[in-house]
């Protein structure tokens, strides 16, 4: 079924249950199926139709989930534009959904629209076709009667989730209506999950782990749920127990956060189902969560999947914790090597998945799509292995991308815009290893002009946002060594940043 018929289920059924609390602030089902009811109204007013793509600029909160909504009840095709990334990603991404109208505020819309910039945070329908209709998304009239759901069709792109590609583009996966569907009963099958469950979400709604992970599967089942504006650990810690919230997903530094707050080793976790991905997590954390009847499941997937495709049952969680368990039911893995011929245990391949949680493919990109497929089998770029007890061990990523926080990272992408910078002349980015970051992002740079990487640091974050720019840059005086294709040869590049200056500027705490 379409997203919105799940909605629409939850409000006549319980029309006066809370569906989802932000600060003060609470939404009914009732209310959330009317307000979501109302924008779609307001939209197809402005012309947007089924298959239109709709952006969203916004952070966290009740109006983010009321424009996720509102789309799904359009047909229209939801586009998450994350507020926390600088106007480069944000610009390419803008341009590549052709997005019909942008919900965004007057602060957050010049980022990708540098003519409509302004001061202030009411949340406004910026219609990119014909200007910009003033109402807030708070005024928006009554929903219509009449606007009936989209007819039900598998086929049905729900929204676009934007992950870079090797080359430093985005590449936008068409995630499905029945896509999110079939991962989201999966994922109850797997964990054993149910209406009465109750979600705290932590991620930025703009990532995959938050709308697709978290508020789209809450949607479906009928779940409560608690979204916050951003990660406070202790009052994470505190929501968790006080809630008694039985579904939480976060990066593994999140969880260690959350164990080194105030109160942790009083908190009453029971029945709490924790997921995690992006990185391994340390056994001292593992038992430190089990100790209190927490099994935290260290998944894997990928945006072109809904997210996990497998994941251990409670027992291997820490049992077999360099695993990532076997696939959800629904999905099929398999791990060949260049040849194409399945691998034997222990021997490593390239990781393929099939499924009905797999994307539609990318948007307007066929070569890429084409590329990414092997039949109905999808080729994640990432190597594995399979254990001694059938479950996936995850090798390392045959693409470059570096998982830094949770998120993904291309340094194609990094080196793109920062070489859009007064001075620069070539960049190389890498990641290094970090108990922080998993793989911190840095830079070497060759600015024969520059003396001080300070600027490039400062130009970088606000060219990408906190979340993609380098951590630390290192200036060379000579120029980048370069293969004999005259690509910058990337097997040298962390011997070359630790012969540096070891005086590297770091980002601001």
């Not at 391994?280 to 969560?289: F, I, Q, R, T």
Request: aromatic fraction near 6%; charged fraction near 20%; hydrophobic fraction near 45%.
């Amino acid at each position: 079924m379409h997203l919105s018929r799940h909605l629409r289920r939850w409000a006549e059924e319980r029309p006066d249950a809370p569906a989802i609390t932000f600060g003060e602030a609470t939404l009914t089902w009732g209310e959330y199926d009317a307000r979501a009811g109302a924008l779609a109204a307001r939209l197809a007013g402005l012309g947007v139709a089924r298959g239109d793509r709709v952006g969203c600029l916004l952070p966290n909160g009740l109006d983010w989930c009321v424009v996720f909504a509102a789309a799904a009840k359009l047909g229209a095709i939801f586009v998450p534009l994350n507020s926390l990334f600088g106007p480069f990603e944000l610009s390419q991404i803008a341009e590549s959904a052709d997005c019909a109208a942008v919900i965004s505020t007057p602060a957050l819309i010049g980022k990708i629209v540098p003519d409509l910039a302004g001061a202030g945070d009411r949340v406004l329908v910026y219609d990119l076709r014909g200007g910009t209709a003033p109402e807030p998304l708070e005024a928006i009239g009554a929903p219509v009667a009449n606007l009936a759901d989209p007819p039900d069709d598998d086929g049905d792109v729900l929204l676009i989730s934007y992950t870079s590609g090797t080359t430093g583009r985005p590449k936008g996966a068409m995630l499905t209506h029945a896509g999110v569907e079939a991962m989201t009963r999966n994922l109850a099958a797997a964990f054993g999950l149910g209406e009465h469950e109750r979600f705290l979400i932590l991620a930025p709604l703009a990532f995959t782990g938050g709308v697709v992970s978290n508020l789209t599967p809450a949607i479906i089942l009928g779940a409560r749920m608690w979204l916050e504006p951003g990660v406070d650990p202790a009052r994470a810690l505190s929501l968790l127990g006080q809630h008694r919230i039985t579904m939480f997903g976060g990066v593994p530094a999140l969880y260690q956060r959350i164990a080194e707050a105030p109160g942790f080793a009083e908190a009453e976790l029971v029945g709490l189902k924790g997921t995690t991905g992006g990185a391994p997590v340390p056994v001292p954390l593992l038992e430190a969560y089990n100790a209190k009847g927490v099994r935290i499941r260290q998944q894997y997937g990928f945006t072109e999947a809904c997210g996990g495709v497998c994941s251990p049952d409670e027992a291997g969680a820490l049992a077999r914790p360099e695993a990532c368990g076997k696939a959800l039911p629904g999905m099929e893995l398999e791990i060949r090597d260049d040849t194409g011929r399945l691998v034997a245990p222990g021997e490593v391949g390239e990781i393929h998945a099939r499924g009905g949680q797999l994307m539609k493919g990318y948007w307007r990109d066929p070569e890429a799509t084409a590329a990414a497929f092997d039949g109905e089998w999808y080729r994640s770029g990432d190597l594995g292995r399979w254990s001694e007890h059938g479950e996936l061990v995850v090798v390392d990523r045959k693409k470059s991308m570096l998982i830094s926080g949770g998120v993904n990272v291309y340094p194609a992408e990094v080196e793109r815009a920062m070489a859009s910078l007064p001075g620069v002349v070539e960049v190389a980015v890498l990641g290094l290893p970090s108990q922080t970051w998993g793989d911190e992002v840095v830079a070497l740079v060759h600015a024969p002009s520059l003396d001080d990487p300070a600027p490039i640091l400062r130009a970088a974050r606000e060219l990408l946002g906190a979340y993609k720019a380098p951590k630390q840059v290192r200036l060379s005086l000579a120029p980048l060594r370069r293969t004999a294709s005259n690509k910058i040869a990337r097997a040298g590049l962390a011997e070359l940043w630790r012969d540096l200056d070891p005086q590297a500027v770091k980002e601001p705490a």
